[in-house]
RNA sequence: GUCAGGGUAGCUCAACGGUGGAGCAGCGCUUUCAUAAGGCGACGGCUGUGGGUUCGAAUCCCACCCCUGACACCA
């Protein structure tokens, strides 16, 4: 295994002020970050901000606003994100920055040398009602939802393509020689039959006088690229692609040691797993290591929208319960690769459950016995004995099995519940102060591994247990206060 | 419509050919170190429906019903 360790996000869209699912994402990624440090391996972790684009251009013309100006409130948005999660991301990308643009300029021109862009005439839909182009996704019966009394017109407009179709039997040898390229199996298979049933070149590029906010095209100032053709180079741009080769195989890796990890709700498995490993591959450059696909969180059965009122934001729970809480939930209550329901009685549930009578309440009484009793843990040497394999634990992270190691946990706690229960140490003080001492010592051992454990799921509560037992002192605030209703 | 995944205790899920399990919630008993927390226990399921294979099926096969996702230019 590498001593580097590389893993990212994808960019979120700034037309929208950050959401949970993205939290999910980058919680996940963060944990597998964490892990992979606290094992000595140094990190790489990258998210960012996705800036260009029509959307994002017609929001800024509407606000009234010039679109840099747009993306830079939005961006500062999400850097806030890092506080409110308490995320060690390294690097954060915008699509925006000049040397990303640089970057996609280089890429794309790679592309084009390998044979792989031309030009083609592109119809476009295009409704006259909406004034806007349509994709057939969003017709319904062939028509324009909104309009449907009024017949689509099909403008011609002259597009760089890029050429997808070629890239076939290159991906699917890419997915057979790595049967774990795409994580959960079954997001491989989905994407497997997808490519198995054919590739069409897409188009890449769009006509500036029509949308202007887009990197240019190299050797072309009528076009700028298609904001997705840029953004996915940023996985590759964050890390000094194409000047500096030496960092960028490191963490990236080589086509012989691939070493790139990344992470993606599962409406993102095509552009992740095969747009952007086709275009890798046209470039020259390495495929990533492997794909690792979310479900969405939906909100009580359903799926979060602002119509229904059911959208949870991230910042909103975490003013209210804490970062720490929020990232329980996502970590552990979550199904780590599946859909899962968010719904607040739930949430308070399990918080009340795991971390308030859980975990919480187990700190306090050890913490308090062990302080009182003066037994203090000689913890200079207690890593020594820390067992990264505890019931599966490292093997779970490696594997990226979230939900799973932290599961591991929260059995260790209950054992250690179950372990005051049998020993009694608080009563056998009175008889038998030197066995109890050996068992409240024995429990604070415990603890600490279980403080360790905790880094990566939450770390300022692991780094609360910890300092509890570096300086042997009763907890006098609750961890986690627990929720009366 | 086609393909994929799924329908198991009130809820979230595990068992994937051999006597249906866990956590949470609810219920009973119980300890006092602790955040009225902890521990123990009982209760709780014709495993979507109907057939079939088998000594034996939640587990394999067929049909049907229901849910979810994908089926390309949405980032």
């Not at 840029?230 to 990236?252: M, R, V």
Request: aromatic residues 12%.
């Amino acid at each position: 295994m590498s001593n580097k360790f590389y893993i990212t996000t994808t960019l979120p869209y700034v037309n929208a002020a950050p959401h949970i699912g993205f939290a999910l994402e980058i919680v996940q990624a963060d944990v597998l970050a964490r892990y992979a440090s606290l094992r000595g391996r140094e990190v790489v972790f990258n998210t960012g901000t996705d800036e260009h684009g029509l959307k994002i251009y017609r929001k800024a013309i509407e606000e009234g606003k010039d679109p840099q100006a747009y993306v830079d409130e939005y961006a500062a948005k999400f850097e806030r994100l890092k506080n409110a999660l308490n995320v060690s991301y390294t690097n954060f990308v915008r699509t925006t920055d000049p040397h990303h643009i640089k970057a996609a300029q280089d890429f794309w021109t790679r592309c084009e040398k390998a044979g792989d862009i031309y030009k083609k005439f592109y119809s476009v839909k295009y409704c006259v009602g909406c004034e806007l182009e349509k994709t057939d996704s969003e017709l319904v019966e062939g028509r324009c939802p909104v309009h449907p009394n009024l017949e689509l017109e099909a403008i011609e407009e002259e597009n760089y393509f890029f050429r997808f179709s070629k890239y076939q039997q290159p991906l699917l040898h890419l997915y057979s020689e790595h049967p774990d390229f795409v994580v959960p199996d079954y997001r491989l298979t989905e994407i497997k039959n997808f490519v198995s049933g054919g590739l069409q070149d897409f188009s890449i590029s769009r006509l500036k006088e029509k949308m202007p906010w887009g990197i240019p095209v190299p050797g072309d100032d009528k076009h700028v690229m298609y904001v997705w053709f840029d953004a996915l180079i940023n996985y590759i741009s964050t890390l000094g692609w194409p000047e500096n080769q030496k960092k960028f195989e490191e963490f990236w890796g080589t086509a012989g040691h691939p070493n790139a990890l990344q992470i993606a709700g599962k409406d993102n498995l095509r552009q992740q797993s095969a747009i952007w490993q086709a275009m890798l591959l046209s470039a020259g450059v390495p495929t990533s290591r492997q794909v690792l696909i979310h479900g969405f969180i939906t909100s009580e059965g359903e799926k979060m929208s602002k119509s229904l009122g059911n959208v949870v934001d991230p910042f909103v729970i975490v003013d209210k319960y804490g970062t720490d809480a929020l990232r329980y939930w996502l970590t552990r209550e979550m199904p780590t690769f599946n859909d899962g329901d968010f719904t607040i009685e739930r949430f308070e549930e399990s918080y009340n459950a795991s971390l308030a009578n859980g975990l919480g309440n187990l700190v306090s009484r050890i913490m308090k016995m062990a302080s009182a009793n003066g037994v203090g843990l000689d913890w200079e040497k207690a890593d020594e004995g820390l067992n990264w394999e505890t019931e599966g634990y490292a093997e779970y992270l490696e594997t990226a099995q979230i939900q799973q190691a932290a599961e591991i946990i929260w059995r260790e706690a209950r054992k250690a519940d179950q372990y005051i229960q049998e020993k009694e140490p608080f009563k056998v003080i009175k008889t038998d102060p030197e066995k109890a001492k050996k068992d409240i010592l024995i429990l604070l051992g415990e603890l600490w591994t279980i403080g360790r454990l905790l880094e990566p799921f939450l770390p300022e509560t692991s780094a609360r247990i910890i300092n509890a037992i570096k300086d042997n002192h009763e907890i006098s605030q609750p961890l986690f206060p627990r929720i009366s209703s």
